[in-house]
C-alpha cells in the first residue's frame, strides 16, 4: 500500500503540521492551484517582457543612431558644397542627352511576324 505523496502523521503530528507555516501554505495550495501554476506562468511573462525589452531597445538605439540631429556648422558647410539649381538649366542639360550620336536601327522579323503597325 502507498500513501502518494502524503507523509503519514499521527492526529498529533497532523494538528501541530496545520498549525505550522508549511502546513497552512500546504492547505492554502490545495484550495487554490493558481499558486502552483497561475502565478509562476505570469512572473515568467511579466519578467521575460522586462528581459526582451532589451533586445528590441537595441533595435530602435541604432535607427536613432542613423538619424541624428544636425548641427548648425554641419549644415552651413552642407549647404557651402552644395550644387545650386535652376530649372531651366536642368531643362536644357536634359535635352543636351538627346544630341548624342546615334540612329534607330530596324530590327528584322520573323517569318509570319507581324509589324505591329495600328
Not at 554641419?74 to 548624342?100: H, P, S, T, W
Amino acid at each position: 500500500m502507498s500513501f502518494g505523496g502524503k507523509k503519514f502523521r499521527s492526529k498529533r503530528q497532523q494538528l501541530a503540521y496545520e498549525a505550522s507555516l508549511a502546513g497552512r501554505y500546504q492547505k492554502h495550495m490545495n484550495k487554490n492551484p493558481f499558486l502552483w501554476f497561475g502565478l509562476p506562468f505570469c512572473s515568467v511573462i511579466v519578467l521575460g517582457s522586462f528581459w526582451l525589452s532589451e533586445f528590441t531597445a537595441v533595435r530602435y538605439q541604432q535607427k536613432d543612431q542613423k538619424v541624428q540631429e544636425m548641427k548648425e556648422d554641419d549644415l552651413v558647410k552642407m549647404k557651402a558644397n552644395q550644387r545650386q539649381f535652376d530649372i531651366k538649366e536642368e531643362y536644357y542639360r536634359l535635352q543636351g542627352l538627346g544630341e548624342q550620336d546615334w540612329e534607330p536601327k530596324r530590327i528584322p522579323r520573323f517569318k509570319g511576324e507581324s509589324e505591329n503597325v495600328w
